[in-house]
């Protein structure tokens, strides 16, 4: 079983900035994992923002540029830096690890992983 919970979101004017934190624990069932981050807005579906594995980082088109992934592999954290936040970045943001996949193009879809935190919200207002 794995737990995960994310912090860092917030209320934030457009254009200002926000640092994600996800902190893992118990078992992924691999020692070698990536961590993803995923978005969601009220009636939409879950949304991909960015990956990390290994020292490959993966970003939305929408996200690229602007925010930036990181991990701590010691302490089983994630990061999300956020800045030059927008309206349409509004969401709840959530972050789930999955073993690393030969097929890059499967990070990007939100049934490759198994297990979801329960989520921060991220608001940026006009």
């Known amino acids: 079983q794995v737990q995960l919970v994310e912090s860092g979101g917030g209320l934030v004017q457009a254009g200002g900035s926000l640092r994600l934190s996800c902190a893992a624990s118990g078992h992924t069932g691999s020692y070698y994992y990536a961590m993803g981050w995923f978005r969601q807005s009220p009636g939409e579906e879950r949304e991909f923002v960015a990956v990390l594995s290994w020292n490959d980082r993966l970003y939305a088109e929408s996200v690229k540029g602007r925010f930036t992934i990181s991990g701590d592999n010691v302490k089983n954290m994630a990061y999300l830096q956020m800045n030059s936040l927008k309206p349409e970045d509004t969401a709840v943001y959530y972050c789930?690890?999955?073993?690393?996949?030969?097929?890059?193009?499967?990070?990007?879809?939100?049934?490759?992983?198994?297990?979801w935190g329960q989520g921060t919200q991220v608001t940026v207002s006009s």
């Open positions: 789930a690890p999955t073993p690393l996949l030969s097929n890059s193009n499967n990070y990007l879809k939100a049934s490759s992983y198994q297990y």
